[in-house]
């Protein structure tokens, strides 16, 4: 097995110092057990809820959730509250194939903030066509959908989709459109949990770029971001994270009641206000968490993120760290938090 590297800073609780000390603590526990039991008087601390913590995520969402009233006919435009604008041609929803007609119900989501990346559990992961897995930095996600007496309508025509505003030196000539993957992943719609793979919008086998286009607002100039879908669903802005230089594993070591089952891990990159990476694999061996492709970049600086729900309450920690050569995070401990200081404490990460 492979010798990791370990930061000896916080390794309070962590599975590492378990594992060392099993044999060691075992004799003791059969000792206090004998002398210290009372009938009826045993605490049980209250234990991670991944149920409760998914069901926040998914409610998150749905709270997220903007509907506008269009007519079919006529089509139109929609502006969600952070800017996005998205435009439909007239006769574009349809059912089974046939266009609609009176008024349909459209819904839009659009996240352009880290805090909701994580607390929507839309991470900026996506995958390459030979299944590789790398982070991505995303100028927004949005999920588009349109339904009509509780039927989901199909989107016949191409649609435009217009980010808010961008300041010109934020702007970002590489950013491409990526879809919510289909296969091997949970979910579809709005609670689709796949990775984001490059998108062919047009059908004509090429990834689809972003157009950037000028425009002046009262407080001076600035540019958007457009793309069209043919399809509903969830897509995104984004460009692959590059960096040149030495790449490694890592490995995030959490407190012994936690796994994958029961919390969330994710890396942030500092300096990218929109790249934010799940830790989605989990190592039965090590038991601990790390991720598909051992890309991370040696000297790159980043937080390590952590959250959990614990008897009906949100836990956190946040941990700062530069990546070397086979790193090994130890998280000691977690903290409870309420979300709106959580999302602040994310947001206002370097």
């Not at 958007?224 to 030495?246: C, E, H």
Request: glycine share 8%.
């Amino acid at each position: 097995m492979k010798t990791q590297k370990q930061n000896f800073t916080n390794l309070n609780n962590s599975k590492v110092v378990s594992s060392i000390l099993k044999n060691v603590v075992g004799l003791s526990i059969l000792v206090l057990f004998a002398s210290c039991i009372k009938d009826n008087d045993e605490v049980v601390e209250p234990q991670p809820d991944g149920e409760a913590l998914a069901t926040r995520f998914e409610d998150n969402r749905a709270d997220a959730v903007q509907e506008f009233i269009v007519d079919a006919e006529d089509g139109g435009v929609i502006t969600g509250t952070q800017g996005t604008e998205v435009t439909f041609q007239p006769n574009s929803f349809g059912l089974n194939g046939v266009p609609v007609t009176g008024n349909v119900t459209v819904k839009l989501i659009e996240i352009y903030d880290k805090a909701s990346m994580l607390l929507k559990d839309k991470s900026t992961l996506g995958k390459r066509a030979n299944g590789d897995k790398e982070a991505l930095k995303s100028a927004g996600e949005f999920y588009i959908d349109a339904e009509q007496d509780a039927n989901d309508l199909e989107l016949l025509e191409m649609a435009s989709v217009q980010s808010r505003p961008v300041d010109f030196a934020d702007l970002d000539g590489g950013m491409q459109i990526f879809r919510g993957g289909d296969d091997d992943c949970d979910g579809d719609g709005i609670d689709n949990d796949c990775d984001w793979v490059e998108a062919d919008e047009d059908g004509n086998g090429e990834t689809d770029d972003a157009q950037i286009r000028d425009g002046q607002g009262a407080d001076g100039e600035f540019a958007t971001y457009n793309y069209d879908i043919g399809d509903f669903g969830w897509t995104n802005l984004d460009r692959w994270y590059s960096f040149a230089g030495p790449k490694t594993e890592i490995f995030i070591d959490v407190p012994a009641e936690f796994n994958q089952d029961n919390c969330a891990v994710y890396l942030s990159y500092d300096g990218e206000p929109t790249a934010l990476a799940r830790m989605d694999t989990w190592n039965t061996t090590l038991e601990m968490f790390t991720e598909h492709y051992g890309l991370i970049p040696v000297g790159l600086e980043v937080h390590i993120i952590m959250v959990a729900e614990i008897d009906g309450q949100l836990n956190y920690a946040i941990q700062g760290t530069t990546i070397v050569e086979d790193h090994v995070e130890v998280i000691p401990s977690l903290s409870p938090i309420t979300q709106p200081a959580l999302e602040a404490l994310i947001n206002d990460l370097p």
